[in-house]
């Protein structure tokens, strides 16, 4: 158990539909962050929150969107959903920045039908 | 803009040979570099970092890596292949400074380590 916490572990949905996915971060971790990894476009970052504030963004589409909330607990909301957008959902977490290097979770796994 | 570039999608070795994955970094900063590794149905586990300190470090499961800026490289190396170090290997580059960026790791496409016995 890496101390972060994802849910859930998989989720199957229709195109067009919403879905949210929810990360724990390690206790004492104040950064968070947001990777999708497919097979084509390999670990891509898509967001950064940093005890609350959005910090860092990268190639996050304008359909999906998140937020950290006071507990430091993440969600990334993904919407209007493609087939395209099936992969592997990571959330990571570290103190502050990534001099420490990051703690990942172990993923959560969306596939669209 | 930072990028890695991780030579050979795929190395096969037998088990007990060298393993060397290639690592090749581009930052117009000094970096933070990192070596994660990703087994079946997980998530990434670091296995080592370089954050200006020595050059050589040295990681968990007897891997090491040695930063060289001469030639921009960090490849990941261990004497010994095991059958348990087969998994996708991960190479990643993150400023060191402050900034909008600084926290983000970009990670390089991967390599898939197979040990043979």
């Known amino acids: 158990d890496s101390g972060v916490t994802q849910t859930p572990k998989h989720l199957i949905t229709a195109t067009g539909q919403r879905v949210t996915l929810r990360c724990s971060p390690r206790?004492?971790?104040?950064?968070v962050y947001w990777y999708q990894q497919s097979l084509d476009q390999g670990l891509q970052f898509l967001i950064q929150y940093y005890n609350g504030e959005e910090r860092a963004k990268g190639n996050i589409l304008e359909r999906f969107s998140a937020q950290q909330f006071p507990d430091l607990h993440s969600e990334l909301n993904l919407s209007s959903l493609e087939l395209g957008d099936s992969a592997l959902y990571f959330c990571a977490s570290s103190v502050t920045g990534a001099g420490h290097g990051y703690t990942f979770g172990s993923g959560t796994r969306l596939t669209v039908v | 803009a930072q990028s890695v570039t991780q030579l050979g999608s795929h190395v096969s070795v037998s088990e007990g040979a060298l393993v060397l994955l290639r690592c090749n970094y581009s930052?117009?900063?000094?970096?933070?570099l990192f070596w994660y590794v990703q087994y079946p149905n997980q998530g990434l586990q670091l296995l080592l970092k370089?954050?200006?300190?020595?050059?050589l470090v040295k990681g968990i499961n007897g891997f090491e890596a040695e930063f060289k800026k001469s030639e921009t490289s960090f490849h990941l190396t261990k004497p010994s292949a095991h059958m348990r170090d087969a998994a996708e290997y991960f190479c990643a580059v993150s400023p060191n400074a402050g900034g909008t960026s600084y926290g983000k790791l970009t990670f390089g496409q991967g390599t898939i380590l197979t040990v043979h016995p």
């Open positions: 930052s117009s900063v000094p970096p933070y």
């Open positions: 370089y954050t200006s300190a020595a050059t």
């Open positions: 206790s004492g971790d104040l950064s």
